[in-house]
């Protein structure tokens, strides 16, 4: 019979919020402001309903879904910063969540002793933590730096040495939320490799993580949420091919509140596609690789000198980069009727990874927002170029050599080799 390490039996959490409150009727007056925050009401939002599930000994089950879906929440009850609202939470040993790479570091302690009091915090005993030092070390590949300030630190090397820390713990529950976004490509991988060791060598994971390439490597399972509930549930390609199906589809969609009034809606954007060199809807492409992003739209009535937008938010809502038509040399009238603007990147720079898409469209003269569909599809970027930082930067590159003394000189001063990346 399996042991169950984990288990979720029938959880839900809820959170109070506060109606926002009118801050112009009661600008100048304390008191009214104090009675309108009591009186107002607050409402419930339910980050999880009636969840159940349970993990077995060994198994490595992956959490997928947008931003809000529920994920975070499940870590926090299963790390205890957190109680559920109902239903109950058991698990089987010794838990450590590994959330935040370096959260407890001391910018004024060394590198030595920040292992010693990160390590004490994740739960490790002191003669552990110097059992493994020359471990830790090595891995984080900052060992001439060891005894160095922190502070004085890179940010590749901060992390490197926080993800070292808490890979090198002995738990029998392991909570991982994202920690393969650390490093460069080649740490990620010797980080995707410990963590593989880690369950061959039976110890029980759950990974929460936008990366549904590493998802789908390291787990035997996968749950996906979406809006606080469970929707689908099995073995981790069927579910991410689910979850890519549901997301990867547009979806009509409002701007934030905040934006909501700039919207006139005469033009309309139908649907967001992407596509690969053959001209055929695809999954994921890949850094480095082709992509054309097609926007069909639907002009209720003439719209002259109109912008097209494409922008790609990372899983944290952190904006990388745009598509847009915006020109100095060429504007766009549209007329009554659909059309589509295809946008073409022979070289795709994002690096893997799940990005939400916002589409626009605004008008430059007089400026006015005319559409703007919020998150209304996802694109997945698979690795592919090999590649350091954050953006893949297509560029190439020149050997030039002198001439030889003797040697017939070819035309010009120097010969030269050239290369693309």
Known sequence: ???????????????????????????????????????????????????????????????????????????????????????????????????????GFHPELTGRENVYLSGSILGMRRREITEKLDQIVEFAGIKQFIDVPVKRYSSGMYVRLGFSIAAHLDPDVLLLDEVLAVGDAAFQAKCLQRITDLKHGGKTIVFVSHDLGAVERLCDRVLLMQRGEVVASGPAREVIAEYQRLAGSFTASQPPPVQAGINTRRVEIRSVTFRDSLGQDAPAFKTGGPLSVAVE?????????????????????ELHCQLTTESAERRIDVEPGGGVVEFSCPELGLQPGIYHVDATVVQREPLEGIEWQYHCA????????????????????????????????????????????
Do not use: C
């Open 1 to 103: 019979m399996a042991i169950i390490d984990l288990k979720f039996d029938h959880v839900s959490k809820r959170y109070k919020v506060r109606a926002e409150r009118d801050e112009s009727a009661a600008s100048g007056n304390p008191i009214l402001r104090k009675l309108q925050s009591l009186a107002r009401r607050s409402q419930d939002f339910w980050a999880l309903r009636d969840v159940t599930f349970e993990v077995e000994r060994s198994e490595a089950l992956g959490i997928i879904g947008h931003n809000g879906a529920g994920k975070s929440t499940i870590l926090k009850l299963l790390s205890n910063i957190t109680t559920p609202t109902s239903g109950e939470i058991a698990i089987n040993g010794r838990l450590s969540a590994l959330i935040e790479v370096g959260s």
């Open 378 to 421: 996802m694109m997945r970027v698979d690795p592919g170029r090999i590649v350091r930082g954050n953006f893949y930067m297509p560029h190439e590159w020149a050997i030039k050599k002198e001439p030889v003394a003797g040697d017939a000189a070819p035309e010009g001063a120097l010969g030269q080799i050239v290369s693309k990346i």
């Open 297 to 317: 739209y639907f002009a209720h009535e003439r719209v002259e000198d109109a912008v097209f937008e494409v922008f790609f938010y990372a899983g944290d809502d």
